[in-house]
């Protein structure tokens, strides 16, 4: 603890004179100095590439037109801070010199907000439809998207707000854009670079300070869980849309407060600065600096080309010279690329082993548990002893019925289990009964109130938690923070108070930490393995955290896909030991899919069949060990005259 202490001290150390020096720096050089001069873009570069690495890198939406931001930002300062729209005559909070001039004059700052704001606007009006697409598709969309700004800027003269105020000046840009006017800072002209230095040097800590905050929080969990794998974390209670909007609402603030800087600093809004190969770049700079990493940033403006970057009026000349700039990170970025996977395909352990055990198996295996009340499944009102009754519910694929009019009940603490051979229905009932599916027919009480077809994240909320098939954890985080995730619903803490890290959002981080630790605790796992990543974790244990972070969201519902599958009988015995005491000491309902006879037969209190998508036997578990059609659907029609 304290040797950790003692590391955190030196780190902050380091970094306090590692900016010591870069503050400074500008004073080794001239005013004019071409160095301050890269420096500066180099330092709005990161900024950009730090917001966009919370929409890649943090949240894993992958946006090939960022530079849409960068316009949108570039021209609010147009807008605000020129002699642009000359039949105004608006001055708030600017110098002598842009007092004097017609047009609107908005003091740096300002624009600065409304540049934000706008960019954040406008990603929110982009992002509402979008985001609900995944992967590739949000790339081609918003590749659209930083073509259609694009256009918009070249062809934006022609489009009136009103009479003599055009959107845009075209091709020929707005020129000139207002100098930063600060009272604590040098003047800023073009032949002293230095305040323009410390200018981006601010916003780029600001930036980065955010990345800082926003990574370690409820909703940098929350990204990095969706990014990892959506359907788990939607099931954990993260609505996607939401959360992902958040992110590419904050990335796009970022992307439009640089815009604003570099319109003021170049002097110009120029429509040729706004082309696909600026996203790329930025991408590039994200990417080569590791995705995610929030120092990548910075490194990857190292290792991308800087002479791709839009042109600059000081370096036209030379750039004519020297010809087309290429897109020399274009093939690292390709290669780097990893696009997330679409549909259900997310990260995945694979159970080693998935074969079925015959209901004869289960013989040797005996019933401990109590049963509380014969579920049944033709109610007509649904009981309050039930805490699940799904009536006739079907889900049917294109031509294939893979539940078929199914009605289904679980009483209020109970055991119950859900079997049938491979292909059986028994995942696509459980995933209409958490929201991934909805289904084709038929109606779902949770608790006395429909839940059919509800968002998993809101079914969750209500007190339904669950496990996956093939493992499904979050491979990056740590097993404390993948049952954090679980406890995402039961949190508060959003974006602002996620930065400003409020008292209140410190307490809540405490309080789920170490409540996730008990979690883990609870269900077997050691200590020494709580801060590990999740996917360095042995296989048990890592089924073991699947159950802790279910549990983390307080259910009332516990669904255990297949949660012995790959143990060995030892780690079995253990698992089935837990559900009892789950049930008997938080008083849980537990129904579990589950292919381990043993384990069946020694948990459940009520069985119910599936075959087919059929229904085709339930009762107590001796009565379904007994029934012919049962054996029949394991060992096939010849077992029967065997
Ligand atoms: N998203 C989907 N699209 C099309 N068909 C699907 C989809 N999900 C499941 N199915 C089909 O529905 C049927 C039931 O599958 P399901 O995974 O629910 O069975 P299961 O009983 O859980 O099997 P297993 O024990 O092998 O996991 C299968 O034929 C499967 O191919």
Not at 247 to 254: E, I, L, P, S, V
Not at 297 to 325: I, K, S, T
Not at 336 to 358: F, I, Y
Not at 521 to 530: D, I
Request: proline fraction near 5%.
């Amino acid at each position: 603890m304290t040797s950790a202490m003692g590391n955190r001290n030196v780190k902050i150390a380091i970094f306090l004179a590692g900016l010591f020096v870069v503050a400074i720096l500008p004073l080794f050089f001239n005013e004019s100095s071409g160095f301050i001069d890269d420096c500066t873009l180099a330092l709005a570069y990161i900024c950009m590439a730090l917001g966009l690495n919370i929409i890649v890198g943090f949240a894993g939406l992958l946006d090939l037109g960022y530079v849409a931001f960068f316009a949108i930002g570039a021209y609010t300062m147009g807008w605000f801070a020129s002699g642009f729209y000359a039949d105004a005559d608006i001055h708030l909070f600017v110098g002598e010199f842009a007092s004097s001039i017609p047009g609107i004059h908005v003091n740096f700052l300002i624009v600065l907000v409304i540049a934000a704001a706008l960019t954040t606007l406008a990603g929110i009006i982009i992002g509402l439809p979008t985001l609900r697409l995944r992967g590739d598709y949000i790339a081609i969309v918003t590749l659209a998207f930083g073509e259609i700004i694009h256009r918009i800027a070249i062809n934006g003269d022609e489009v009136k707000i009103a009479e003599g105020f055009p959107l845009t000046n075209g091709r020929q840009g707005i020129t000139p854009v207002d100098k930063i006017d600060l009272p604590f800072l040098e003047p800023f002209t073009s032949l002293n670079l230095r305040p323009w230095y410390w200018v981006a040097l601010a916003l780029a800590l600001f930036v980065l300070f955010v990345n800082f905050r926003l990574r370690d929080s409820r909703l940098g969990r929350a990204w990095i869980a969706l990014r990892e794998d959506e359907v788990a974390a939607i099931s954990m209670g993260i609505p996607a849309v939401k959360t992902k909007l958040l992110a590419y609402g904050t990335g796009a603030a970022f992307g439009g407060m640089s815009g604003a800087f570099l319109a003021s600093y170049l002097n110009t809004v120029n429509a040729d600065q706004f082309a696909f190969s600026f996203s790329i770049f930025v991408l590039a700079m994200v990417i080569l600096g590791g995705l995610g990493s929030i120092w990548g940033g910075g490194r990857g403006r190292g290792r991308a080309d800087v002479h791709q970057l839009p042109p600059h009026p000081r370096r036209a000349q030379r750039r004519a010279e020297q010809g087309r700039a290429r897109i020399r990170p274009l093939r690292a970025v390709v290669r780097h690329l990893r696009l997330p996977a679409r549909d259900h395909d997310g990260p995945q352990t694979r159970r080693p082993d998935t074969g079925a055990a015959p209901p004869d198996g289960a013989r040797t295996g005996h019933r401990r548990g109590r049963h509380r009340a014969r579920p049944g499944g033709a109610m007509t009102d649904s009981s309050p002893d039930l805490i699940l009754d799904a009536r006739d519910v079907s889900k049917v694929f294109g031509g294939l019925t893979a539940v078929g009019g199914v009605d289904f009940a679980i009483p209020r603490g109970g055991i119950v289990s859900l079997i049938g051979p491979n292909g059986a229905g028994k995942t696509t009932f459980f995933n209409m009964l958490t929201g991934l599916y909805k289904p084709t027919t038929g109606a779902i009480l949770f608790d006395g109130a429909p839940i059919t077809g509800g968002r998993p994240d809101k079914i969750m909320a209500r007190g339904i938690a669950r496990t996956f098939q093939n493992i499904r954890l979050f491979g990056t985080m740590s097993a404390r923070e993948n049952v954090m995730v679980g406890e995402h619903a039961r949190m508060r803490a959003g974006l602002f108070g996620s930065v400003l890290r409020t008292p209140r959002v410190r307490r809540e981080e405490r309080h789920v930490s170490d409540k996730a630790a008990e979690e883990l605790a609870y269900v077997g796992l050691a200590a020494n393995t709580f801060d590990q990543l999740a996917i360095n974790l042995a296989y048990g244990d890592q089924r073991r955290v699947e159950i802790a972070r279910a549990l983390a969201s307080d259910p009332k519902l516990l669904l255990l896909d297949e949660p012995t599958a790959g143990m060995n009988p030892q780690e079995s015995d253990e698992l089935t030991a837990l559900m009892h005491r789950l049930r008997d000491e938080r008083g849980l309902t537990i129904l579990l899919i589950e292919h381990d006879m043993k384990v069946v037969m020694g948990v459940s209190e009520y069985i119910t069949v599936l075959d087919h998508g059929e229904k085709i036997a339930e009762g107590l578990p001796d009565e379904v060990r007994a029934d012919n059609r049962v054996i029949e659907a394991y060992l096939g029609k010849g077992a029967m005259h065997e």
